[in-house]
C-alpha cells in the first residue's frame, strides 16, 4: 500500500530565509506527488503537483518540489518566505480510483 | 464561480446523537470526496463517489458511517451514534471527474465535529 511520510512536524523559519519540506513516499508504481497547503480555518489549497517528466515541478505562490525517485522523495521549497507563508503543508500520493494518501503534515511558522 | 461549500462549519453534539454533514461540490464536477483530519490519525480518505458507479466506501472507519449523494450533486455524510473519536475536521473535495489519470481535487473549508 503507499504511504506518504513527512519527517518534519514542525518547522521555524525567519521571514525571507529559505525553506525546505521534506516529503518521502512509498508507492509501487510511478507515482502522482502532491503538496497541498492548509492556511488556519482553511480548507486545502494545492500548490503544485508532479505526473511525469520534468522532475523540477513549479507551483503557486513561489514554491517548487523537486521529484527524486532513486530517494523516493518530493521536497518542496521556497527561495524567500513571507509572513503569510505561515501555514501547514501536506504531501500527498494518488492512490487507486484517484483518492489521495496523505502525508502527517509539516506545520510552518515564520517568525519576523 | 462557487468553490466547494460545506455545513454545518462546527458542529457540537453529545456522545450517541447522529449528526449530519453537507456538502456542496463545484457546479459540474462528476467526482467527490470525503476525507477526516483528525489529531491522532493525520488526514485520511473515507469514501468517494463518481458519477453514477458504485461509491468506493473503503476508507470507512465502521457502519456508523454512510455517505449519499443525491441526483450527481450534493452529498451528506451521516455518522450514526457519535463517539467522542468521531471528533475532527470533516472535509470534502470535488474534481471534475475522477476516471482519467488524475483531476485536481479542490476541497471545501471543512465541518468541525466536537463530540461531547
Known amino acids: 500500500a503507499q504511504s506518504v511520510t513527512q519527517p518534519d512536524i514542525h518547522i521555524t523559519v525567519s521571514e525571507g530565509a529559505s525553506l525546505e519540506l521534506r516529503c518521502n513516499y512509498s508507492?509501487?508504481?510511478?507515482?502522482?506527488l502532491f503538496w497541498y497547503v492548509q492556511s488556519p480555518g482553511q480548507g486545502l489549497q494545492l500548490l503544485l503537483k508532479y505526473f511525469s517528466g520534468d522532475t523540477l515541478v513549479q507551483g503557486i505562490k513561489g514554491f517548487e518540489a523537486e521529484f527524486k525517485r532513486s530517494q523516493s522523495s518530493f521536497n518542496l521549497r521556497k527561495p524567500s518566505v513571507h509572513w503569510s507563508d505561515a501555514a501547514e503543508y501536506f504531501c500527498?500520493?494518488?492512490?487507486?480510483?484517484?483518492?489521495?494518501?496523505f502525508g502527517g503534515g509539516t506545520r510552518v511558522l515564520v517568525k519576523p | 464561480g462557487a468553490g466547494v461549500s460545506q455545513s454545518p462549519s462546527n458542529k457540537v453534539t453529545e456522545k450517541g446523537k447522529d449528526v449530519e454533514l453537507r456538502c456542496d461540490p463545484i457546479?459540474?464536477?462528476?467526482?467527490l470526496y470525503w476525507y477526516r483530519q483528525s489529531l491522532g490519525q493525520g488526514l485520511e480518505f473515507l469514501i468517494y463517489?463518481?458519477?453514477?458507479?458504485?461509491?468506493?466506501k473503503s476508507g470507512l472507519p465502521s457502519d456508523r458511517f454512510s455517505a449519499e449523494r443525491t441526483g450527481g450533486s450534493v452529498s451528506t455524510l451521516t455518522i450514526q451514534r457519535t463517539q467522542q473519536e468521531d471528533s475532527a475536521v470533516y472535509l470534502c473535495?470535488?474534481?471534475?471527474?475522477?476516471?482519467?489519470?488524475?483531476?485536481?481535487?479542490?476541497f471545501g473549508p471543512g465541518t468541525r465535529l466536537t463530540v461531547l
Open positions: 463517489f463518481q458519477g453514477n458507479s458504485a461509491p468506493d
Open positions: 457546479s459540474g464536477h462528476t467526482a
Open positions: 500527498a500520493v494518488k492512490a487507486a480510483g484517484n483518492k489521495l494518501t
Open positions: 508507492y509501487g508504481a510511478t507515482p502522482y
Open positions: 473535495a470535488s474534481s471534475i471527474t475522477g476516471s482519467r489519470s488524475y483531476n485536481e481535487q479542490f
